[in-house]
């Protein structure tokens, strides 16, 4: 079933006929159009990496959504939804919400043309609210001054020296992927398909210091089996089963799998299975120069 595209000079005009007998000099016809179904695609590509719009789910870097069209009206006195969302989108360091622990990045609608911010923020609306065009035609569509000029400028041959250092000797290739939408592709890192969708602030600290906020279903794990300690991501196992997916010799998945009496008591607890407070990967300090590091984040930037 189609999502509606509506235009809202119609939704404009019958505001006008009610309010002040159609009068177009207060209610000018506009060419805008308003497409549900974009807007969700349009969330997909841009929000989905971090925020949710499931009831269940959800993740400790941004809060979920699935309510934001109910709940954005209750945020700030005599504001309605769609300003608040639109508000939330092109300045979004307006509004922090507790709990989060990430940054959505400053310039995210910047990378959106006007259509598809319009899209966004009237889909959004809809995720436990009314969908209302004449209140979404009366916004400010107007990106704030300096938001294009934040973007930065990134070199072509820098990008290129970044994108040979994440295949080659920035090692970074053996565990993330760069395929959109494959299965499979996050099995050992999270994939870095679109990773420019974060900002540059989060992408460095993710790379100097790995630990510092674990991606959550990525948290390492580790079991003893006759003397000999094993770690890997948790997998979902079947029939009482352990599985840890581990890194073989050749820097590729290996799925481990124990049976829960063999595994030995790894502290006073007396627990068999103990979480890692660390990530798996090395601080890329220690492997990349600075201008190396500078030229990695600008090939990761330019990845959406």
């Known amino acids: 079933m189609?999502?509606?595209?509506?235009?809202?000079?119609?939704?404009?005009?019958?505001?006008?006929?009610?309010?002040?007998?159609?009068?177009s000099a207060f209610f000018p016809p506009t060419a805008m159009r308003i497409n549900l179904n974009h807007g969700k695609a349009t969330f997909n590509r841009h929000c989905a990496s971090c925020h949710t719009v499931s009831e269940e789910g959800g993740s400790r870097r941004a809060p979920p959504l699935h309510r934001i069209g109910e709940v954005a009206g209750t945020r700030v006195s005599g504001q309605g939804p769609e300003q608040y969302i639109l508000t939330s989108i092109t300045r979004p360091d307006a509004f922090l919400v507790e709990g989060a622990t990430g940054v959505m990045p400053a310039n995210i609608a910047a990378g959106l043309s006007r259509a598809e911010l319009i899209d966004l923020v009237a889909y959004l609306s809809t995720l436990g609210g009314e969908f209302r065009p004449?209140?979404?035609?009366?916004?400010?569509?107007?990106?704030?001054?300096g938001m294009e000029a934040g973007r930065g400028?990134?070199?072509?041959?820098?990008?290129?020296?970044?994108?040979?250092?994440?295949?080659?000797?920035?090692?970074?290739?053996?565990?993330?992927d760069l395929r959109k939408?494959?299965?499979?592709?996050?099995?050992?890192?999270?994939?870095l398909a679109r990773?420019?969708?974060?900002?540059?602030?989060?992408?460095?600290?993710?790379?100097?210091?790995?630990?510092?906020?674990?991606?959550?279903?990525y948290e390492t794990w580790m079991v003893a089996v006759d003397g000999v300690v094993h770690s890997g991501l948790k997998a979902s196992g079947r029939d009482g089963k352990i599985r840890l997916v581990a890194v073989d010799e050749q820097g590729g998945p290996e799925l481990l799998e124990f049976d829960p009496e063999e595994l030995e008591e790894l502290d006073d607890e007396g627990r068999t299975m103990v979480p890692v407070e660390a990530s798996r990967m090395p601080p890329v300090g220690e492997v990349l120069e600075p201008g190396e590091i500078e030229a990695l984040l600008d090939f990761l930037m330019t990845l959406r």
């Open 153 to 176: 400028t990134l070199r072509l041959d820098s990008i290129e020296r970044g994108r040979q250092l994440f295949l080659g000797e920035g090692n970074c290739s053996t565990c993330h």
């Open 2 to 23: 189609r999502g509606p595209a509506i235009s809202t000079a119609a939704a404009v005009l019958v505001v006008g006929t009610l309010t002040l007998g159609g009068s």
């Open 181 to 191: 939408d494959i299965f499979g592709n996050d099995l050992m890192a999270p994939s």
């Open 195 to 217: 990773a420019g969708r974060l900002s540059r602030e989060d992408l460095e600290q993710a790379l100097l210091d790995p630990s510092r906020h674990l991606v959550e279903g």
């Open 134 to 145: 004449g209140t979404l035609v009366g916004l400010d569509w107007e990106l704030p001054e």
